[in-house]
């Protein structure tokens, strides 16, 4: 969405509500990667972040013509996002929830002596990568819903707090004062435990055995090694809005974003093409 004014988002809008197909593709394949992201570091699993991914811009499809230009398109494709995902219930982890103090006793007492060899002949090395990626997010399920959307938004997006505060409906000095707070949360345990971006003895490689053991990653379906990253430049039309809070950025350098898979890629193209698409377009 980024290079177009609100007057051009809003032309497209207008032209997509009135059922030109083209328009609203352009609109879709803008926010998608934004919608994705979102949705991967909110849930935590590739999987279900393709299948919120779905059900956020199928939600925003149906609900175009609601959009009157009030604030951007990008800020509501993320009130949108936001509010779905606040209230989402079927992920994995909202049925086995997490906690600080459990991912901290894994570190401190697992058994990672006598785990046989479970590599199966992929490269340790790149076992750790996944590792590293996949736990730093899965970390975020940690935090409550509300807070790890917080953390999301201000840490990934790094969006201006007059902003964020829209989306999560409070004021932009709430929102500042609570990302510091959540920010140095996350940071201090990354320190504590965290042999890769703190000073603690979890170290990725010892564990790639274990986490394999545990169902925490498969050397066979290596998400994150195998997604391609996104430039957030080119992905959101608020980087001149972004705000620096404090000066943790360095702590959270694995929040970079991926480009959306392409079966979910595939997916939203083969609704755009169906007559469910024209169902809803003449609604």
Known sequence: MNQKTNQELQALVDEATAGDKKALETLVTGVQEIVFNLSLRMLGTFADAEDATQDILLKMITHLSSFRGESTFTTWVFRIAVNHLKTYKKHMFAHYPLSFEYYGDDIENAKLEDIPDLTQNVEKDILAEELKLSCTNVMLQCLDMESRCIFILGTMFQIDSRIAGDILEMTPEAYRQRLSRIRRKMADFLQQYC????SGR???????????????????????????????????????????????????????????????????????????????KNS
Not at 195 to 198: F, I, K, V
């Open 195 to 198: 042999g890769e971006y703190g």
């Open 202 to 280: 979890c170290k990725c490689h010892d564990r790639v055995n274990y986490a394999i053991q545990s169902h925490r990653i498969n050397p066979q379906q290596l998400d994150y090694t195998a997604a391609k990253t996104a430039s957030m430049e080119t992905m959101l039309d608020v980087k001149n809005a972004m705000e620096d809070i404090d000066d943790l950025s360095q702590d959270f350098s694995f929040c970079k974003p991926y480009q959306s898979p392409e079966h979910t890629k595939h997916l939203i193209q083969e609704f755009l093409d169906s007559t469910q698409f024209s169902i809803i």
